[in-house]
């Protein structure tokens, strides 16, 4: 799973491999999402973690066992590295166990992406839409609020779309489906699966 490691109780900014994601996601919207606030994000987190008893612990430790502003940037920069990771230029398509589980789940692929486009609409103000594994071995899609990871309801994060605005209104402006729709285009599914 995804997870990082403060280098001398620093953490960095996790690096952008890519500019722009195919007319998806535009360059303009890139560097302001994570040049600006992914960064803001991560200052804010190194600011906060001296004195709080959670130094040198790894990301997702912290995002379970910290509250308030602590908490919103430890999860903001977990959310983002996740969010930011998992896109790519190839593997747009789920197999192996990732599609199994799918299959299982949700009847199909095309059933599974209109259920995760429909939480990811209909979650109202700023959050994050999840595909996680319960501690069953199933997938299940969660809706969750602001800074909110499933690592704190005990679920292992899998794929996530961002539905914070400033995700998508220099692309999209209000259209927020319209974006969700079209990031199935960039999802690197392998990324996905090496999560599971
Ligand atoms: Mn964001």
Same mark, same amino acid.
């Given at each position: ?15 952008? &491999? ?6 998806? !996601?535009?360059? *303009?919207?890139? =560097? @302001?999402?994570?040049? +600006? ?56 398509? &789920? ?6 589980? !799918?299959?299982? *789940?949700?009847? =199909? @692929?095309?059933?599974? +992406? ?75 599914? +392998? ?6």
């Amino acid at each position: 799973m995804t997870d990082i490691t403060p280098t001398n109780g620093i953490f960095e900014l996790p690096a952008l &491999p890519y500019k722009a994601l195919d007319g998806v !996601i535009s360059e *303009t919207t890139l =560097s @302001f999402h994570h040049g +600006k606030h992914l960064k803001a994000y991560v200052d804010n987190l190194n600011k906060l973690l001296p004195g709080s008893g959670l130094e040198g612990l790894a990301l997702t430790e912290i995002v379970k066992r910290s509250q308030g502003g602590l908490f919103n940037n430890a999860g903001q920069v977990l959310n983002h590295a996740m969010y930011f990771e998992q896109f790519g230029s190839a593997n747009h398509e &789920p197999v192996g166990r990732i599609k199994e589980l !799918i299959d299982k *789940t949700f009847g =199909s @692929f095309n059933k599974f +992406k209109a259920e995760f486009e429909q939480k990811g609409a209909t979650l109202f103000g700023s959050g994050w839409v999840w595909l996680s594994l319960n501690a069953d071995g199933n997938l299940v899609i969660t809706q969750q609020k602001n800074a909110e990871n499933p690592v704190t309801d005990g679920l292992r994060p899998l794929l996530t779309f961002d539905v914070w605005e400033h995700a998508y209104y220099l692309d999209y402006q209000n259209r927020r489906a319209d974006y969700l729709a079209a990031l199935w285009q960039i999802v690197d599914w +392998k990324v996905v699966e090496a999560r599971l």
